[in-house]
């Protein structure tokens, strides 16, 4: 906006008279902070709490260079989304909360069996453990064939639990891997 | 909502013209809170104590589902839960979004003796500059809502600013966009009150809420915050909400008639401090505080 | 959801029940409001509590919970006999016409006809549609009774009244089974008073008055109707409901069911519950013998009056298993070896949620994997859980927050020397939090919507796909240089990711949506797909292995014009929320299932003025605004039935064989746990063929005991299941758990707010404060006095509150049975029975 002489003069005015009583009041024309999120990238994400499923836009610092790992300053709904319009709910509302968390789980960890605490693993000996765990199990307890004698091919010993925001992508790959083990025992939070 | 810096149209404390004012005039702005399809979610608690990126508070289980007793410095919007029974007997849970209400005549602004700790800009939002607040709490007793809440430890009050951050970008303020039902709308005075009057008459022709009504009390010179109300002849049910609010008569003579004389005491006042700065030096900033 | 979010803004009328919506749902929850605001629709809100759902209702009436039967057949009692039902609607979209054989018997006793007093469960064969042709009035059929013991099947050829009158037809079988259900009993069973329930009554039916069919009502439901022993017949009492008053398929209509996650839509979609495949494919048994016996089985024909015509979409299940094994296994799923069938295992018994712990506690199940799931703290009886897990000798977690799952050997109460004593090897494995995944999820209104990652896993956490992968290569390496048992699934399990330790879920996306294998050609339209193209959808697939699809539902999603899921275009050119280049729904972006019957038999829009499709009489082909759920070219005068899933085309008043397990109509039960006997027929009170659970873990409480009050258990607004502890903005909004006590209860047993009370089942005790309330009024049930009480669920011994030692450390479902659903295997979190006493 081009500021008018006359309001310059006016605006002069001002300054000149409350400074007479010795104050200076032009910061007050200063917004009290600045927009916080004027220079962020937007990110779509979607909420994943309940089934609306509403829109949320991500605000990070850093423009996803390579060399840059993307600091989230803000989230707020995504206004285009036809369902929740930009709006959010207060869980929705304080998903920055749940980004930055103090509390996230940051390394894998063990118990051993009798054991009383957590003690740190590396992911490769983790896997390894893992996959001896699931071997032995499925392979001491798989059934072939049934009391009449029907090919039935499972394997009762071991269940899987999913979660509820797991994506569609990953379940998929849990019912590939998992039923490809012979697992009957698929199941996921859509149960209860 | 506006393009460009807010004008300032009122300035606490301060003698003559405001500064800026008349160099642009925006429309005014209003908040319309519709009690009638609050769900008492507390979204807007939560998008706006993350726009301001206010510290947690630690709360405790109090038999309501009301966050906490009161507003607080770090928590300006808050929603009232009251169980109520209308005198035909019917039950109601009731939720009020409580927080500033931006009068057109505010009351802080009126009592506030600190150049430029309130400001009042010309599209009707009354915002805290903390910069220039002294603690001193006259807003407190100025104001008729009992809204503007006290940090002991770095003296200032604090209210709703209406996010004159965002409304000055453009945007709609952090709980106007949160709010899942769209009970809170934002706009002009004139939209909201259009909005809120068709709103009122819906009730009243379609629901069995037949005294509906729109809460924009005169006593203050109507507000930028109004509320649709199932009962307008009852605001008091939604947890205190005076039904006829006025600015204490102190204030009013305070900045009235007496307008010379309180600018002379805050002058003294000035010259008080500056002789105390001269004597002891700056004071200390304590720990915490927000700079 | 039949319809979507956005849809409920057409309704006219809402019933909301069995859900919260405002307080679970709240973004999805403003187009109920803005239906208020904008069309003056009412809203009837029926729920054991005064909710922030009933602050906005226009009709709030409390009911005791796990009596919703017995209300919603009250309703379908008064639209019968007031006439608020939509006749020619009812005639043709439903099977109110079809004919049942004699021999078939409502259960007037509490038992339909062909019960199994040993086995606990019915010989269904009674519950069959009759053979014949059209009859009128009371005449005879043309067809044969079905015979007992025959092999159960529907009949190619269904008798049917089209009068309705006929005391044989479903119609007239409906109205004597819910005659029962009158006011009185209504007001007998659920505890609201007649009046109420009949203003209740009056309002919703409102709508279909003299038979005007342009106005639409809607039911909301979520969990209060399946967290239940007979939830399944809840949600159908509600279809039968719908359907008589011809709401199903209309815009602002339909039975929307709220599902709680963000993505358990999908994981049903996708099959990640035991008996399903991808796409709703039902499970191999080990009697289907080879995959051809399979098909046969799952492969229904149609049924339906000759003169009708019946699109019987899973006529197209091979389809659909063939190219599904063809994404699974590739090359190794041959023709000639039965498509892999042998990989699959075979299931013939129930392998849902709670036999998990079942089985585990019995020394079955050994190692347990969870991902983003907390089963303890999910429960039910999660002391149960937690005994279960203790003889397990593996655990796997991968997950955000530390949970009451991996934490279990130090749940409260178990001393340092039973923690030596468990056995259990845990791996706690930080995986990834929503913002930093992509990928999509399937929403309540079937919409896949595609999310980008914005931010990197933090410290050393991983994708979870990177996890998974990571272990199965590592298993597949073991049976690949060691060998073992039966490795062929699991050696040749399709895996071609271009980072097979991390798949891409782009590569996993389009590999759901599925690709040709081989040219494939469409014979209608001449369209001809090649090889290792992207399907355009699911009328592509073929069962001679030329295509390759995960999950059928899904094809489409992704085709060579890229990933519909990704698109962002929120126009919505026809203003009924449809926005039909927003994302992509299953199946084939139709918006409304069953968007046929939004016209009427000649095709024309019930309503003008929320026109969804219709037929175009010179185009010879149904047209629209949504994309029509229907075969495109059929005429009218054809008379296809709109609901092309089902075999017989049609609505289903009636489940007809084995649709069911307890019953062909919803007849009221009483929960597991229940303060009075059935007042329909007190010597068969519950559902006859729930079965309850027998490990010393299982209790299940009397009002004879003392367990006198009813105990329901929900979420609140500011919370998020078990995750939003970890998150100080929630805690700080609601920091603790407490119990909802009638002001009434209160007062007689000197309870203020604030004080801590003690809530015991017969399986554990639970101590919270109480929050005195009077939006828990008591009720007179069957001419008792009673009370209820309700507990929010979202607390436990890990979170922000907890590890501080500011809160109890109970999980609230210490208190709730292990008790299922025989239909849908979901346990009765609601309505079970508890002491209250001053703690």
């Not at chain 3, 849902?352 to 190692?367: A, C, P, T």
Request: glycine letters at 10%.
């Amino acid at each position: 906006m081009v500021a008018s002489r006359r309001s310059f003069i006016r605006t002069g005015a001002g300054v000149i008279a409350a400074s007479i009583l010795g104050f200076d009041v032009r910061p007050a024309y200063a917004q009290a902070k600045e927009l916080k999120i004027a220079r962020t990238t937007e990110t779509r994400s979607t909420c994943p709490y309940c089934s609306v499923s509403c829109g949320v836009i991500i605000h990070t610092l850093g423009d996803k260079a390579k060399n840059v790992t993307a600091q989230v300053v803000h989230v707020e709904g995504d206004p285009d989304h036809p369902i929740n319009r930009g709006t959010l709910c207060p869980k929705g509302s304080s998903l920055m909360q749940d980004i930055m968390n103090e509390r996230r789980l940051l390394k894998p960890q063990v118990r051993r069996p009798g054991s009383d605490k957590w003690e740190d693993i590396g992911w490769d000996q983790a896997y390894d453990e893992i996959a001896r765990h699931i071997k032995k199990t499925r392979d001491e307890g798989f059934i072939e064939t049934d009391a009449q004698g029907r090919k039935v091919n499972r394997c009762e010993s071991i269940a899987w639990n999913g979660g509820c925001t797991d994506t569609n992508e990953f379940n998929y790959l849990v019912v590939k891997t998992m039923r490809s083990l012979g697992l009957c025992y698929v199941e996921n939070q859509a149960r209860v | 909502m506006s393009n460009g810096p807010l004008q300032i149209k009122a300035v606490s404390g301060q003698a003559g013209t405001p500064p800026g004012q008349g160099a642009s005039r925006d429309y005014d702005v209003c908040k319309l809170i519709d009690v009638t399809t609050c769900i008492g979610c507390k979204a807007c608690e939560v998008a706006c104590v993350e726009w301001n990126g206010y510290p947690f508070r630690e709360t405790v289980f109090d038999n309501t589902y009301q966050t906490m007793p009161d507003l607080a410095w770090n928590y300006y919007n808050l929603i009232r839960f009251n169980e109520h029974t209308t005198p035909e007997g019917e039950f109601q849970w009731l939720f009020r979004k409580d927080g500033c209400l931006h009068c057109a005549d505010p009351g802080c602004l009126r009592a506030c003796p600190a150049e430029g700790a309130i400001v009042q800009y010309s599209n009707g939002i009354v915002d805290f500059q903390q910069e220039y607040c002294i603690g001193c709490q006259y807003c407190v007793t100025g104001c008729p809502f009992n809204i503007p809440k006290f940090n002991p430890e770095t003296k200032k009050v604090h209210k709703c600013t209406l996010c004159s951050d965002r409304v000055g970008a453009g945007l709609e303020p952090a709980c106007i966009k949160a709010c899942p039902t769209g009970c809170l709308h934002f706009g002009s005075k004139d939209d909201m009150l259009d909005l809120a009057e068709k709103r009122a008459a819906q009730l009243r022709e379609h629901t069995s809420h037949k005294n509906a009504g729109v809460y924009n009390p005169a006593g203050v010179g109507g507000t930028h915050v109004m509320y649709v109300l199932h009962d307008i002849e009852n605001p008091e049910a939604y947890g205190g909400l005076p039904k006829d609010p006025r600015i204490p008569l102190l204030v009013k003579i305070w900045k009235g008639p007496l307008k010379w004389l309180g600018n002379l005491a805050m002058t003294a006042g000035i010259v008080g401090v500056a002789v105390h700065y001269l004597r002891f030096g700056p004071k200390k900033t304590e720990g915490g505080e927000d700079k | 959801m039949t319809n979507g979010w956005v849809d409920i803004k057409n309704a006219d009328m809402m019933l909301i029940m069995g859900g919260n919506p405002a307080e679970n749902h709240p973004c999805g929850f403003k187009w109920a409001i803005e239906a208020k605001r904008q069309r003056n629709a009412r809203m009837i809100v029926v729920d054991p509590r005064f909710t922030r759902t009933a602050a906005t209702a226009d009709l709030f009436v409390q009911i005791r919970a796990g009596s919703d039967i017995a209300f919603l057949g009250g309703m379908v009692n008064y639209a019968i006999a007031n006439g608020r039902v939509a006749k020619e609607y009812l005639a043709n979209y439903t099977n109110a016409a079809f004919l049942i054989p004699e021999g078939f018997a409502l259960p007037e006793e509490g038992l339909y006809s062909g019960f199994n007093t040993e086995t606990r469960s019915y010989d269904r064969s009674s519950w069959n549609y009759e053979a014949g042709g059209k009859v009128t009035g009371t005449g005879d059929t043309h067809g044969p009774a079905a015979k007992a013991g025959a092999p159960a099947a529907l009949p190619a050829d269904v008798a049917y009244d089209p009068a309705l009158e006929h005391p044989r037809c479903v119609y007239q079988l409906l109205k004597k089974h819910y005659s029962r259900y009158t006011p009185e009993m209504v007001e007998r069973i659920t505890g609201i008073p007649k009046d109420q329930f009949l203003k209740a009554a009056e309002m919703y039916t409102s709508i279909r008055k003299d038979g005007d069919m342009s106005r639409v009502g809607t039911v909301i439901y979520a969990v209060g109707w399946t967290h239940h022993s007979f939830g399944t017949q809840i949600i159908r009492t509600a279809a039968i409901l719908q359907l008589l008053m011809g709401n199903v398929g209309r815009a602002g209509g339909g039975v929307n069911a709220l599902r709680g996650h963000s993505n358990i839509q999908g994981a049903t979609d996708v099959a990640g519950i035991f008996d399903n495949l991808p796409g709703y494919i039902k499970v191999p048994t080990p009697a289907d013998g080879n995959f051809e016996g399979w098909m046969a089985r799952i492969t229904p024909k149609p049924s339906k009056p000759k003169e009708w015509d019946s699109f019987n979409y899973w006529s197209n299940t091979p389809r659909f298993a063939v190219s599904l094994m063809k994404s699974m296994y590739g090359e190794a799923a041959k023709k000639e070896n039965g498509w892999a069938y042998d990989y699959l295992p075979k299931v013939d018994r129930e392998y849902s949620w709670v036999h998990i712990f079942d089985d585990m506690l019995r020394g079955k199940v050994k190692g347990l994997i969870a991902f983003g799931m907390n089963s303890v703290a999910i429960g039910p009886n999660s002391s149960k859980n937690i005994d279960a897990l203790k003889k397990a000798d593996f655990l796997v977690v991968c997950d955000i927050y530390p949970e009451e799952t991996s934490d279990f050997w130090r749940a409260p109460g178990i001393t340092a020397e039973e923690t030596r004593q468990i056995k259990t090897e845990v791996y706690r494995l930080p995986g990834a939090g929503f913002a930093e995944k992509d990928g999509t999820f399937v929403n309540s209104a079937r919409w896949l919507q595609w999310k980008w990652a914005a931010v990197p896993t933090p410290g050393d956490a991983r994708l979870d796909q990177a996890v998974l992968a990571g272990i199965f290569l590592k298993v597949r390496e073991l049976y690949r240089t060691e060998g073992g048992k039966f490795p062929d699934p699991i050696l040749n399990l399709t895996w071609n990711y271009t980072v097979p330790g991390n798949p891409p879920l782009e590569e996993v996306a389009k590999e759901l949506n599925g690709r040709a294998l081989g040219e494939v050609e469409d014979k209608a339209s001449g369209a001809v797909v090649k090889a290792g193209q992207q399907l355009p959808g699911f009328a592509m697939l073929r069962d001679d292995g030329s295509t390759a699809c995960g999950n059928w539902i899904w094809c489409g999603s992704w085709t060579e014009a890229g990933a519909l899921t990704k698109r962002r275009d929120p126009a919505d050119p026809s203003g009924l929320g449809i926005h039909p280049n927003w994302a992509w729904s299953w199946p084939m972006n139709r918006r409304v299932l069953y968007n046929r019957a939004s016209c009427d038999v000649s095709g024309k829009p019930w309503d003008k003025t929320r026109a969804q499709v219709w037929w175009n009489e010179a185009q010879k082909k149904w047209v629209g605004n949504d994309v029509p759920d229907f075969k495109p070219d059929s005429q009218p005068k054809d008379h296809m039935g709109p609901f092309i899933m089902n075999p017989d085309g049609v609505g289903r008043l009636f489940g007809p064989l084995a649709a069911f397990a307890d019953g062909p109509f919803p007849e009221f039960y009483e929960p597991i746990e229940s303060p009075i006997a059935n007042p329909l027929h007190p010597q068969q009170s519950s559902n006859p063929v729930v079965k309850k659970y027998t490990t010393p873990m299982d209790k299940y409480g009397t009002a004879a005991e003392g367990y006198n009050i009813i105990c329901t258990t929900y979420r609140l607004t500011e919370h998020y299941h078990y995750w939003t502890k970890n998150n100080p903005m929630n805690v700080q909004l609601v920091p603790e758990p407490f119990v909802e006590v009638p002001a009434e209860l209160a007062d007689e047993m000197g309870i203020r707010g604030g004080e801590k009370v003690k809530v015991s089942s017969v399986r554990a005790t639970y101590i919270a404060k109480a929050m005195v309330t009077k939006r828990i009024k008591p009720m007179v049930v069957d001419g008792k006095k009673m009370y209820q009480i309700g507990i929010p669920i979202h607390f436990g011994y890990r979170g922000i509150q907890e590890d501080a030692g500011k809160t109890a450390r109970t999980l609230t479902n210490l208190l709730s049975p292990t008790v299922t659903d025989p239909n849908s295997y979901t346990p009765e979190f609601k309505g079970f029975l508890v002491k209250l006493e001053k703690a």
